[in-house]
Structures are given as structure tokens and as C-alpha cells.
């Protein structure tokens, strides 16, 4: 799996990802966006884009980060959505779903006004 979308991308979801993904392989879910393991073709576009730095080389996840990698894999399987390889995203295969690791995240503090 060439990248992998980790935590700063949960409950920010910016999208300027999935705008410069050449192949479609960057998938919406309900509170983050995630890679598919084999459609990516490891150009990298993505991880310049991030505002908020979220997107990792695998071998270059930090150790805090090393969950993401099976669960970017995952949310594409029978547990989560069960798309397998959709062959690109599109209003079709976007979901509120999230993988349950990323469901269960505690969101964050919104400011009140
Ligand atoms: Fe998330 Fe960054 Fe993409 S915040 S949606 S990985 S641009």
C-alpha cells in the first residue's frame, strides 16, 4: 500500500486530496478520507496538498500512526463497506461510514460561540 491517510484527517476531511488524485483512489467516508491500498499508483500529489500534513509514505508512518495503514486496507472490506475495488470514487462509493477505529475517536472540542 503505497499511502495512507492517518488521524489529522478526522473531522478536518479538507478534500484537496481527492481533487488532485490522478486515479480516483482517495474514498470519502463519514468523518475522514481513505486510500485505497491498490488502486493507489504512489505518485505522492496527495501528500503535498494536505493542509494538515496527514497523509504518509506506508514506510514512513510514524509509529503512532501505524493503525492507519490496516485501516485504510479495512474500510474497503466486508467489516466496513465492502466496495473490494471500486475502481475510482465517485458520488457512488462515498459513505458516512467510517472504519470502527475512526468511528469511535473521541471528536474533538468544538469552540462554542
Ligand atoms: Fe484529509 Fe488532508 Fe485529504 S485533511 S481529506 S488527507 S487533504
Given at each position: 500500500m503505497p499511502y495512507v491517510i492517518g488521524s489529522a484527517c478526522i473531522d478536518v476531511k479538507d478534500g484537496a486530496c481527492q481533487d488532485v488524485c490522478p486515479v480516483e483512489c482517495i474514498y470519502e467516508g463519514g468523518r475522514m478520507m481513505y486510500i485505497h491500498p491498490t488502486e493507489?499508483?504512489?505518485?505522492?500529489?496527495?501528500?503535498?496538498?494536505?493542509?494538515?500534513?496527514?497523509?504518509?509514505?506506508?514506510?514512513?508512518?510514524?509509529?503512532?500512526?501505524?493503525?492507519?495503514?490496516?485501516?485504510n486496507a479495512e474500510f474497503f472490506e466486508d467489516g466496513v463497506t465492502g466496495w473490494g475495488e471500486p475502481g475510482g470514487a465517485s458520488e457512488t462509493f462515498r459513505t458516512d461510514l467510517d472504519h470502527p477505529e475512526?468511528?469511535?475517536?473521541?471528536?474533538?472540542e468544538t469552540e462554542l460561540s
Open positions: 493507489c499508483i504512489s505518485c505522492g500529489i496527495c501528500l503535498s496538498v494536505c493542509p494538515v500534513d496527514a497523509i504518509f509514505a506506508d514506510d514512513e508512518l510514524p509509529e503512532r500512526e501505524n493503525r492507519f495503514l490496516a485501516i475512526v468511528a469511535g475517536v473521541e471528536k474533538k
